[in-house]
T-cell receptor
Framework: DQQVKQNSPSLSVQEGRISILNCDYT??????FLWYKKYPAEGPTFLIS?????DKNEDGRFTVFLNKSAKHLSLHIVPSQPGDSAVYFC??????????????FGKGTKLSVKP | EAGVTQSPTHLIKTRGQQVTLRCSPISGHTSVYWYQQALGLGLQFLLW???????NRGNFPPRFSGRQFPNYSSELNVNALELEDSALYLCASSLGQGDDEQFFGPGTRLTVL
């Protein structure tokens, strides 16, 4: 049973517009969430994270929003650039509640930003 | 500063063979994690090593094993390879126990024929 779900396998946006990537989770005990970006032939690169005590975290063009009651988080990229085209993975963990070390990943969303 | 390195980059094996994959973490990182990314799936957690000890393992059969050396580098061994073991194997490292900002290597692409 998938605990972290990214229901959109792909997303296409125009350069300069906002990209919104969504992620849902089922385990309310998750207390830390991360977004990773992955280019072909490379490993995932850490983008941004948020702990469950916050509802928003911002880093430059990237903002992550967390809605605990809905068990939903989203990554906003504004403005989107062609170099943002990659696969984005959402991940969750039990960081503060007793880490088990592993991150639980969604299947990823492939973002294409068109010039 | 060098990132996480993995070797080899690609590997082709046949069913029943054994394979060893290698990972060197970022300098100063003591935790090493192994993940499997099969086609169409997300990253599936395999193993976590910290300070030379196996701390946790994912839902994989015992033919997946590994170890961490005193210099914190790590090996992943897969015995009796099966076709479904074909995947990208990713290694990640972090500063300490369960520090969740994990930094990934480029992966080893394993093909089992």
């Amino acid at each position: 049973d998938q605990q972290v779900k990214q229901n959109s396998p792909s997303l296409s946006v125009q350069e300069g517009r906002i990209s919104i990537l969504n992620c849902d989770y089922t385990n309310s005990m998750f207390d830390y969430f991360l977004w990773y970006k992955k280019y072909p032939a490379e490993g995932p690169t850490f983008l941004i994270s948020i702990s469950s005590i916050k509802d928003k975290n911002e880093d430059g063009r990237f903002t992550v929003f967390l809605n605990k009651s809905a068990k939903h988080l989203s990554l906003h990229i504004v403005p989107s650039q062609p170099g943002d085209s990659a696969v984005y993975f959402c991940a969750a963990s039990f960081r503060y509640g007793g880490s088990q070390g592993n991150l639980i990943f969604g299947k990823g969303t492939k973002l294409s930003v068109k010039p | 500063e060098a990132g996480v390195t993995q070797s080899p980059t690609h590997l082709i094996k046949t069913r029943g063979q054994q394979v060893t994959l290698r990972c060197s973490p970022i300098s100063g990182h003591t935790s090493v994690y192994w993940y499997q990314q099969a086609l169409g799936l997300g990253l599936q957690f395999l193993l976590w090593y910290d300070e030379g000890e196996e701390r946790n393992r994912g839902n994989f059969p015992p033919r997946f094993s590994g170890r961490q050396f005193p210099n914190y580098s790590s090996e992943l061994n897969v015995n009796a390879l099966e076709l479904e073991d074909s995947a990208l194997y990713l290694c990640a490292s972090s500063l300490g126990q369960g520090d969740d900002e994990q930094f990934f290597g480029p992966g080893t692409r394993l093909t089992v024929l």
